[in-house]
């Protein structure tokens, strides 16, 4: 067995298999560069450390089933003026998280409220914490089959065990009184362990209408908003405003 064969399959022992992986092309930088052996023993640390931290955050990325990738720095925030920039860098600092805040996002659709939640989700991420979404419509669709579907029991555990849920289109559909309660009891699980980021196009007085239980209600909204930050966004649809069109003049 070669000397290089012998030291990848050390390394390999010993849990560094990124390291292990390119060791050959890490020897051969070493010798190009003349390095110390502090210097190069160095490099195959930090590389394996580096290597480590990017496969963790892709696996948290996966996790997080994002609809898309769109970061804060894309969000126009000039088109949103019910937001300031000092708003939007306190929420980037990700205090609340740590604190358990909610951040509800109020408004009509397309003015931006599924960005802005994954744009913070993302942050989130890069800063190390596990981040899950999912639509309401998709929420209850796993709460109701949790019991027979692997998928919706895996889909719910990550859920459970998320630092940030993100549950986008809340209200968006009434639920009978079994949706209802199902959805009560993950709200009651995330309580005090998970912040929530909650977007809605109606205000919480009006989600009594769609939840059909006044006590369900009054329950979910007491733990909701015991701590929460509510965000009124308005404003013209950026989809509408920005939207595309066969004809060379928009009509």
């Given at each position: 067995?070669?000397?290089?064969?012998?030291?990848?399959?050390?390394?390999?022992?010993?849990?560094?298999?990124?390291a292990a992986h390119s060791l050959s092309q890490l020897v051969k930088q070493a010798e190009t560069s003349e390095s110390t052996y502090l210097s190069f023993l160095n490099s195959i640390l930090e590389y394996e450390q580096k290597r480590r931290e990017e496969k963790q955050l892709e696996k948290r990325l996966k996790w997080a089933a994002f609809p898309f990738q769109k970061t804060l720095d894309e969000f126009h925030l000039e088109e949103q003026q019910s937001l300031s920039q000092k708003q939007l860098n306190h929420l980037r600092e990700l205090t609340w998280v740590e604190q358990l805040y909610n951040i509800i996002l109020l408004g009509p659709p397309g003015i931006g409220k599924t960005h802005l939640s994954v744009g913070l989700g993302l942050e989130a991420i890069n800063q190390g914490y596990k981040v899950m979404f999912i639509t309401m419509g998709e929420l209850v669709h796993a709460l109701k089959t949790e019991e027979i579907s692997r998928k919706a029991q895996t889909k719910m555990k990550r859920i459970r065990t998320a630092d940030l849920v993100i549950i986008d289109d809340l209200m968006f559909m009434a639920m009978d009184q079994h949706e209802a309660n199902l959805f009560f009891h993950l709200i009651?699980?995330?309580?005090?362990?998970?912040?929530?980021?909650?977007?809605?196009?109606?205000?919480?007085?009006?989600?009594?209408?769609?939840?059909?239980?006044?006590?369900?209600?009054?329950?979910?909204?007491?733990?909701?908003?015991?701590?929460?930050?509510?965000?009124?966004?308005?404003?013209d649809s950026y989809r509408m405003k920005h939207r595309a069109t066969i004809f060379t003049e928009k009509v």
């Open positions: 067995m070669s000397q290089l064969k012998k030291a990848e399959e050390l390394l390999k022992t010993l849990h560094l298999s990124e009651n699980d995330l309580y005090n362990r998970s912040s929530i980021i909650l977007t809605s196009n109606k205000a919480p007085k009006e989600w009594g209408e769609l939840l059909g239980d006044p006590a369900i209600t009054t329950a979910i909204l007491d733990r909701i908003i015991h701590r929460a930050e509510v965000l009124h966004l308005n404003g």
